[in-house]
């Protein structure tokens, strides 16, 4: 059965942190990987991944893949509390536009 | 401005009557999903579609319908919902284009509570 497990669950930090986020897959015909940040509403879209070892970054988030142990990881430098949200990884599949999400990561951002 | 739009946003209903959650597209997307999300569990998928009239069950389909008679719209049907079906909802939309990189939009989600 294809899965994508993230961890940690939950993660409380102070503003300044830095963070790292998990998530590692077992599918079947692996063809890329996405993160999305969750607020109060809609996920919306980070990155998506699909050669190993290429850190993908934008501001003070970065992604990158290792397909052979397959997992991936999202970093966040120098936390704000306006990163506070549920970050969500999902795998996309070949030949089809089916996406399997993890559970999510809760990440909370104190000042 | 480009977006998925989903009606209503907040449902509170009673078990056995009826309802249809709206999702639209104007993005001429051929890929429409709905998922459900729960705590603990993340985001399942319920129901896809490839394109107009091709429709396809995903992880979790019991209790639901769903109909693709134009391009832009994808309604979700519980024809009888139950207590188990108060979750957070959401539709999507992607270009189609079987294996290559297209993101998902998501639209804003409806909060269904069945008593």
């Given at each position: 059965?294809?899965?994508?497990?993230?961890?940690?669950?939950?993660?409380v930090?102070?503003?300044?942190?830095?963070v790292?986020?998990?998530?590692?897959?077992?599918?079947?015909?692996?063809?890329?990987?996405?993160?999305?940040?969750?607020?109060?509403?809609?996920?919306?879209?980070?990155?998506?991944?699909?050669?190993?070892?290429?850190?993908?970054?934008?501001?003070?988030?970065?992604?990158?893949?290792?397909?052979?142990?397959?997992?991936?990881?999202?970093?966040?430098?120098?936390?704000?509390?306006?990163?506070?949200?549920?970050?969500?990884?999902?795998?996309?599949?070949?030949?089809?536009?089916?996406?399997?999400?993890?559970?999510?990561?809760?990440?909370?951002?104190?000042? | 401005?480009?977006?998925?739009?989903?009606?209503?946003?907040?449902?509170?209903?009673?078990t056995?009557?009826?309802l249809?959650?709206?999702?639209?597209?104007?993005?001429?997307?051929?890929?429409?999903?709905?998922?459900?999300?729960?705590?603990?569990?993340?985001?399942?998928?319920?129901?896809?579609?490839?394109?107009?009239?091709?429709?396809?069950?995903?992880?979790?389909?019991?209790?639901?319908?769903?109909?693709?008679?134009?391009?832009?719209?994808?309604?979700?049907?519980?024809?009888?919902?139950?207590?188990?079906?108060?979750?957070?909802?959401?539709?999507?939309?992607s270009?189609?284009?079987?294996?290559?990189?297209?993101?998902?939009?998501?639209?804003?989600?409806?909060?269904?509570?069945?008593?």
């Amino acid at each position: 059965e294809d899965k994508v497990v993230q961890s940690p669950l939950s993660l409380v930090v102070h503003e300044g942190d830095t963070v790292t986020l998990n998530c590692s897959y077992e599918v079947t015909n692996f063809r890329s990987l996405l993160w999305y940040k969750q607020e109060k509403k809609a996920p919306t879209f980070l990155f998506m991944l699909t050669s190993s070892g290429i850190e993908k970054k934008s501001g003070r988030l970065s992604s990158i893949l290792d397909k052979k142990e397959l997992f991936s990881i999202l970093n966040i430098t120098a936390t704000q509390t306006g990163d506070s949200a549920v970050y969500l990884c999902a795998v996309k599949l070949y030949n089809t536009d089916k996406l399997i999400f993890g559970t999510g990561t809760r990440l909370q951002v104190f000042p | 401005e480009a977006q998925v739009t989903q009606n209503p946003r907040y449902l509170i209903t009673v078990t056995g009557k009826k309802l249809t959650v709206t999702c639209s597209q104007n993005m001429n997307h051929e890929y429409m999903s709905w998922y459900r999300q729960d705590p603990g569990l993340g985001l399942r998928q319920i129901y896809y579609s490839m394109n107009v009239e091709v429709t396809d069950k995903g992880d979790v389909p019991e209790g639901y319908k769903v109909s693709r008679k134009e391009k832009r719209n994808f309604p979700l049907i519980l024809e009888s919902p139950s207590p188990n079906q108060t979750s957070l909802y959401f539709c999507a939309s992607s270009l189609s284009l079987a294996g290559a990189n297209n993101e998902q939009f998501f639209g804003p989600g409806t909060r269904l509570t069945v008593l």
